[in-house]
């Protein structure tokens, strides 16, 4: 009896030692479905690191963006793995702010990463942050809805085609909008979708010497052809809406079109969320025969902060949730049309993950259709397709998203609210330097 007590006390005391050594790493992402399933997996992480820990901190997609600049500019250390983007990559790198990722482990195989994906997360040759999924966008739509309309969706559509479409697909009395688009405010809310847009236009956000262009026709074009669209044939309240919020408007029937990130496509098509699962169609985003799509490049990526002091730890967490095993891990449990998409060159060679997602070429096809160093018809002094990558940016989109906004909204006019994006825009380049 003395001898089992003392094995108990012995098993509680080295229990308690683990517990006490054990690492605990916060982790900052985004409220998106991928994310939000990575959570539900992570048993199988711990169970292979039992000595670490994992704290979860999950964010709208603005408030994640604006908490994780202020920690890592304030290098507040709240964080220890940042899901950050394209954007901030390349910038926040520069600025010694990340670690690179240079201890994922040898099976990890970084070049099997979608080459238009890594290099907006490689700086002077180093891997600073793992792609967790990658993006473009594209056109998803109600195939029923375009057969009943008498028309049919070809894989490279026009933007007067799908106002065409909306006009036809559009039923309020059964409340179908035809077609659906961000209007939330923010620089990677609806100026994600814009700037995207706008390219195709011929818009620009900056001459070749940095002057704003926002008092030039292709931006009154594009934001004119977007609020008039959405005025006649997008759903109620549309300034309020973005990533998630339309995509629950797809997933219950009431979308006839939606353009927005190729992501979604594994969300619109599964039968247990959605209403039209067997019913979506999916074509490259819009162009007007200009040479430019109106589609973006994105990925959401895993990053660790330079002030991080469980570097060694948060590595480990960073190659498990971006490796391929984790990608058969989902499909395991949740079937290969799940998986996060966009990231790994030998996802797209898999044939059970051909047979299983229907949108898999056309995602393909859409991410190497945007070429972020020529992002534009005119030329431009910056790389970034939907965005502009220098710092300013990010205060400056939102800024300008909050313009647009309000003119979907009525709160304002097209020509105010470009000739206020015009003024912001001055002002900050001036501040910045770049202009006169």
Known sequence: MKLRTLTLGLLS?????????????????????DMVRMQTLTDDFTAKNPDIQLQWVTLEEN?????????????????????????????????????????LGDDYDVKDIIPAIANGLTVDGKLYAAPFYGESSFVMYRKDLMEKAGLTMPDAPTWDFVKQAAEKMTDRANGVNGVCLRGKAGWGENMAFLTAMSNSFGARWFDENWKPQFD???????????????????????????????????????????????????????????????????????????????????????????GTQKADAAQKFVAWATSKGYLELVASKEGWANVPPGTRTSLYANPEY??????????????????????????????????????????LGTTVGQLFSAALAGQTSVDDALKQAQDAATATMTEGGYIQ
């Open 354 to 395: 051909q047979k299983a997602a229907p949108f898999a070429k056309m995602t393909l096809d859409s991410i190497n259709a945007a070429d972020p160093t020529h992002p534009t018809v005119k030329p431009v002094p910056y790389v970034g397709v939907q965005f502009v990558a220098i710092p300013e940016f990010q205060g």
């Open 63 to 103: 408030v994640l963006r604006e908490r994780v600049t202020t920690d890592i500019a304030t290098k507040g250390g709240q964080y220890d793995v940042m899901t950050i983007g394209t954007y901030e990559v390349p910038i926040w790198a520069k600025q010694n702010w990340l670690l690179p990722l240079d201890k």
């Open 13 to 33: 005391a080295s229990t308690l030692a683990f517990a006490a050594h054990a690492e605990s790493i916060t982790i900052a992402t985004v409220n998106n479905g």
């Open 216 to 306: 030039q026709p292709e931006w009154k074009n594009t934001l004119q052809f977007y609020v008039d669209l959405m005025k006649a044939n997008g759903p109620e309240g549309a300034s309020s809406n973005g990533f998630n919020e339309n995509l629950a408007l797809f997933q219950q029937g009431k979308c006839g079109m939606w353009i927005d990130a190729t992501v979604a496509a594994s969300f619109v098509s599964d039968p247990k969320n959605s209403t039209v699962a067997d019913k979506v169609g999916y074509a490259l985003a819009p162009d007007n025969g200009l040479g430019k799509r109106g589609n973006w490049l994105w990925a959401w990526s895993l990053a660790i902060p330079a």
